[in-house]
């Protein structure tokens, strides 16, 4: 099973700065099959990054995903009073699929 | 407009069996990959179970293994998440979840349906 471990656990910014989340596997994910999901309090995830560096439909170009093998960076550039949050990451290469245990981006 | 509504979360004696439904609108079932993640109460995501759009192939989490069985009803446009021998680690929101055409990772979500298990 491929472990998911993002770091920091929390991250502490303010709005205009640019943020940058972690996320790093304990295997190779095949095919750079990795996700991006950002989860607001008593909401469902919403996806953000697939292949590790395209964003879904309807994600602003402030969010981008770069990465491979082990090691996988979401970046917001600006952050915008919305984008407080959880961020978690998502192996989909391999199975059992398994997600990594959030990043809380609060504000500062 | 796809949704996603989940049904059959309940209060649930351990050792006890529960069956979720999700029903889905607004695509065409039966081309998708779907799946069950779960999340605790303050917890992060957990990925408990996926199948592919035939419903030929399962993936489960292993802490789910043997417990959890996933399956669909493409007549019905419909997923289910039989739970057997629930137990009180078990107890969280259930999402249903739309793949990516056959992919697992997950571009629509439920809101959720509430399993709780305790005595």
């Known amino acids: 099973e491929i472990v998911l471990t993002q770091s920091p656990g929390t991250l502490s910014l303010s709005p205009g700065e640019r943020a940058t989340l972690s996320c790093r596997a304990s295997q190779s994910v095949s095919s750079s099959y990795l996700a991006w999901y950002q989860q607001k309090p008593g909401q469902a995830p919403r996806l953000l990054i697939y292949?590790?560096?395209s964003r879904a439909s309807g994600i602003p170009d402030r969010f981008s995903g770069i990465g491979s093998g082990t090691d996988f960076t979401l970046t917001i550039s600006r952050l915008e009073p919305e984008d407080f949050a959880v961020y978690y990451c998502q192996q989909y290469g391999s199975s059992p699929r398994s997600f990594g245990q959030g990043t809380k981006l609060e504000i500062k | 407009e796809v949704q996603l509504l989940e049904s059959g979360g309940d209060l649930i004696q351990p050792g006890g069996s529960l069956r979720l439904s999700c029903a889905a609108s607004g695509f065409t079932f039966s081309s998708y990959a779907m799946g069950w993640v779960r999340q605790a109460p303050g917890k992060g995501l957990e990925w408990v179970s996926g199948i592919t759009a035939s419903g030929s192939s399962t993936y489960d989490a292993d802490s789910v293994k043997g417990r959890f069985t996933i399956s669909r009803d493409n007549s019905m446009n419909t997923l289910y998440l039989q739970m057997n021998s629930l137990r009180a680690e078990d107890t969280a929101v259930y999402y249903c979840a739309k793949g990516h055409n056959w992919q697992h990772y997950f571009d629509y979500w439920g809101q959720g349906t509430l399993v709780t298990v305790s005595s």
């Open positions: 292949g590790a560096v």
